[in-house]
């Protein structure tokens, strides 16, 4: 049966959809630094009855809110969405060219913090709920949200309102989180994450600063600390802590294939974010699959002594890193951190001190399961266009437990574009690719029932 | 001629010359800031024309400007003191047990920021002078002072003044700024100071932070500052930039023997300012040999990304660090700028931007000089202690251009001691250290005077 006149509700009401994006676009809820997320969640709530859905908010001990909504619909079969309504901090301020809060269209381009990543695939979600009923008073199968609000920090309590709330949450396959399209037009759908390990390292090797004058005779903690960095990583970005590629599971043939048949833009890229150089000398089988398929360990931020203007001639008593590590399937985090002590300590750095920050393990969905078909099937009707399947994305996030925990497929796809700048300044959707999102979901809403 | 007269006086006007310091560590003046440098200023020069100085306050263009003065006295010698108003900054603040611009007074120690360096010092000879003025109407020599406003920020500007006023500075022998008082009780007089690199090295490796997705193709700045860094220094303190001790010359063997002989209070140390430990594997020779005859490479600062509380998953664009060289005979921090960039290039850097901040040469007045014999025994006679003779001191300073441009010998003494702490919170002097020093300097203007 043809959506044509679902189709005509999303298309007559793109200004609602989009005055809703402003709307939550405004609220910023920053998790790393608890602010706004009552005021985000209450918009959220507001929203979602508004079409129709029933909203429970959950709240566990020390953790933000999680919020849950269903949606009634023909049929026995329930999608779940998951997203999050919290944002990373819009800092640096003054890279933007336009105010990070206020949700300003320009060139066809819809900016502000949270755009991309990810309040513009909640919206189109929910936009495309709103068309069905719009156009048909119901929805063609039954809908869940869950909505956490600790995504930016790593999800520390996802997997206990997923097992608290297991029941609540059981669906039959979910859609995560966002979704993204090449330089070259190409929809991507995601079936895996990476895994995630983030932990601050921190020296100490004396009470107080020093003058630097006793630099001869006393190594101070920035010295320390690069040098205990410089063991973590080679200038080909490989890791070197021992036993790291151990339990790496080599991608299957077909997959691999898959990506290196795929073109990397990096002269998009390049010109797009300045990049200076790729690590191309340690790229043999495409960087498509290296971006995917490689571990990686980053120095997210590093701070030790005097870091203001000019000269300060002080041995610093202290040193900070955040060092990020991406894992891939099997790699475990909590075995990783384990093997990152055995390793500072063998390179003679004990006094570094390991504080973890976040957890995650890598998960990726068979790329032969029925629903990952049904999405594909889904966007390239309603887009008319290439669709890629991804065996992983280069991203992080829970869907280990979502996936293991309520034992269902997950996918994600949705409104993203290789130059949204997610996480930096000027995020930005464009509102073409936000118009053929919410056409995808309602397809795959009534692909997903009939099906059923 | 004995002076218990000149000695009386100091006795009697303790007070004024302790509210003489109080005034002048109530006046921050930070070079690094270019802040409070005019009221430095002005309340030296006030000082100085209370007790009978001739002042001129000489300004040269974007430099601060620097305190001339000249009291006339017998003979014909006269003694130069190179003193400096200028500060280090106070922070961190929450680390000082009484606010850092008061002079308190506790248990006997005087606290403010600039007290111990240098404003106890120049305290100290303009209420030697007064003494002189307050027993005999006059001086036993002629004594001019060169106080100058950048000395925390690597005396940019004094070669400059040097050379400008060569004819209003010109003198027979000049005092250094400073001096210390070693756990065990001994003064040290000190005939030399390191010379000093202090650059900043800067990477960008993107115009914009990308997301740390993006780390299996991307080195982040802070990855790659940390590799660059981690070439310039190992585990033992030792240097690697090639070249870089090829023209250091071996000191004397009496001078090493000297140095040897002294030992090296590091568990004192240890305990005051909790360093864990010293880079002892490497001490083949004595602790103090190692302090003052080697060079060093200390990281005073580093920054990159996000340096807050909490987790950001991003691959920081830019990183950046301040990085000193400590330098010995015969050292060139301008041919070492060229050694590092070389060595950077050769490393696989080019793209580490170097920005010099501040360069000094080594120097070290030679020891059998007559006037180091002078201020030897006035040490030795007015203290009845035992006075070590250092031919190196472990800091940095403008001694070279000011021994080379006026052709004198310099000699650093003055009211110190091993826990001053200098450039870090608390800063202080004994009373007993500042009265002694008073003591020192009264007699040494008499030998001076006697001996010419």
Excluded at 404 to 417: F, H
């Amino acid at each position: 049966m043809g959506i044509d006149d679902v189709r005509s509700a999303i298309a007559r009401r793109t200004d609602v959809h989009l005055d809703w994006l402003r709307t939550l676009c405004r609220i910023p809820g920053v998790s790393s630094r608890r602010y706004g997320i009552d005021a985000s969640v209450q918009a959220i709530r507001q929203l979602i009855e508004e079409i129709g859905g029933k909203v429970q908010v959950l709240q566990m001990a020390d953790a933000n809110p999680v919020i849950f909504a269903e949606f009634d619909g023909d049929g026995e079969r329930t999608l779940l969405f998951y997203n999050h309504y919290d944002i990373q901090p819009a800092e640096p301020l003054d890279e933007w060219t336009v105010p990070p809060f206020e949700g300003v269209v320009e060139a066809g381009l819809f900016y502000a913090r949270g755009a991309a990543d990810n309040k513009g695939d909640l919206v189109s979600r929910l936009a495309a709920i709103d068309a069905w009923r719009q156009a048909r008073g119901r929805l063609p199968c039954r809908v869940k949200f869950l909505i956490e609000g600790e995504e930016e920090i790593g999800s520390p309590s996802l997997p206990d309102y997923l097992r608290t709330y297991r029941d609540l949450f059981q669906a039959d396959a979910c859609i995560w989180k966002y979704g993204n399209r090449d330089p070259a037009g190409r929809l991507e759908v995601g079936l895996g994450l990476k895994g995630l390990l983030y932990v601050e390292l921190e020296v100490e090797i004396a009470s107080s600063d020093l003058h630097s004058g006793y630099g001869a005779l006393v190594e101070a903690a920035s010295n320390r600390l690069v040098r205990a960095l410089a063991t973590l990583r080679d200038g080909r970005g490989q890791v070197l802590i021992p036993g790291f590629y151990d339990v790496v599971r080599p991608p299957g043939s077909e997959v691999r294939a898959s990506l290196e048949a795929l073109p990397f833009e990096d002269e998009i890229l390049r010109a797009r974010y300045g990049i200076r150089r790729f690590l191309r000398d340690r790229i043999r089988t495409g960087a498509l699959a290296t971006l995917l398929l490689e571990p990686t360990c980053t120095f997210c931020g590093i701070e030790s002594g005097h870091t203001g203007e000019g000269m300060r001639t002080i041995l610093p008593k202290q040193a900070k890193a955040k060092v990020e590590f991406r894992l891939v399937p099997d790699q475990d985090p909590e075995v990783l951190v384990r093997q990152l002590r055995h390793h500072l300590d063998m390179k003679g750095f004990p006094d570094v001190q390991i504080r973890v920050l976040a957890t995650q393990r890598p998960h990726q969905t068979p790329i032969n399961h029925e629903f990952v078909d049904t999405v594909k099937r889904a966007a390239e009707e309603e887009t008319g266009r290439e669709v890629v399947l991804y065996p992983t994305l280069q991203y992080s996030g829970r869907m280990y437990e979502l996936a293991e925990y309520l034992r269902l497929p997950v996918v994600s796809v949705g409104v993203g574009y290789w130059d949204r700048r997610a996480h930096a300044p000027n995020e930005n959707i464009r509102l073409a690719d936000f118009d053929e999102t919410v056409r995808l979901m309602a397809r795959l809403l009534q692909m997903f029932g009939e099906e059923g």
